[in-house]
């Protein structure tokens, strides 16, 4: 069936380094959403990519759509201690609306 | 309401109790979605409603899972007979109108299970 995967699992960076998650999926996408999940929270929409081989930038924050659409990175340059939680990526299941969730990445930063 | 929320926040039940978890969208939301999400994992797909009609639940993982929209906006989603693979927590999502693949989903705080 159709995946979603993301790597790594986990991060941990010193504050002020940079972070990169990557998203890939088994089918290709009409578009990929990011959301970003707090400990103990709920996940939180962050953005939305649709075109091929989109970039779009969110302060420090930069997201990416591949050119087949079937991949996306998110990358945060000079991590801050509010970056920390867990980064999912999410596409359409086929033509239906449900969204399908990457594992997602955890990203803890050290002060 | 200022966002989408769920009632309870956690729920502790014995093995083999029946469950009920509520959600109230924001006002005015056509699209509700329940995501099951285990501990270290992504939202997992449960269910779909637009308005009170039940358009996908492919994602109910058995027969033991029932959710209900009767009006369109509160819904609830219930679990007999509680085993303890089903400690999750589940989400609600709500979307302001007819699915469309390119919408986003507002997530409430969540309902965090734990089967005993």
């Known amino acids: 069936g159709q995946q979603v995967m993301q790597i790594p699992q986990y991060q941990h960076v010193q504050e002020g380094e940079d972070f990169t998650t990557y998203c890939n999926s088994s089918?290709?996408?009409?578009?990929i959403q990011w959301y970003k999940q707090r400990p103990g929270g709920h996940p939180v929409f962050l953005i939305q990519?649709?075109?091929?081989?989109e970039v779009k930038k969110q302060k420090r924050l930069t997201f990416q759509f591949g050119e087949a659409k079937k991949n996306s990175s998110l990358h945060i340059t000079a991590t801050q201690t509010t970056d920390v939680g867990t980064y999912f990526c999410?596409?359409?299941?086929?033509?239906?609306?449900?969204?399908?969730f990457g594992k997602g990445t955890k990203l803890s930063v050290k002060p | 309401g200022a966002g989408v929320s769920q009632s309870p926040r956690y729920k502790v039940a014995k093995r083999g109790q029946d469950v009920a978890l509520r959600c109230d969208p924001i006002?005015?939301?056509?699209?509700l979605f329940w995501y099951q999400q285990a501990l270290g994992q992504g939202p997992e797909f449960l269910t779909y409603?637009?308005?009170?009609?039940?358009?996908?639940k492919s994602g109910l993982p058995s027969d033991r899972f029932f959710a209900e929209r009767p009006e369109g906006s509160v819904s609830t989603l219930k679990i007999q007979r509680t085993q303890q693979e089903d400690s999750a927590v589940y989400l609600c999502?709500?979307?302001?109108?007819?699915?469309?693949?390119?919408?986003?989903?507002?997530f409430g705080p969540g309902t965090r299970l734990t089967v005993l």
């Open positions: 999502a709500s979307s302001p109108r007819d699915w469309e693949l390119t919408d986003t989903q507002y």
């Open positions: 089918t290709t996408l009409s578009n």
């Open positions: 990519l649709v075109k091929s081989g």
């Open positions: 999410a596409g359409p299941r086929g033509s239906q609306g449900n969204l399908i």
């Open positions: 006002s005015g939301h056509v699209s």
């Open positions: 409603f637009q308005n009170e009609a039940q358009l996908d």
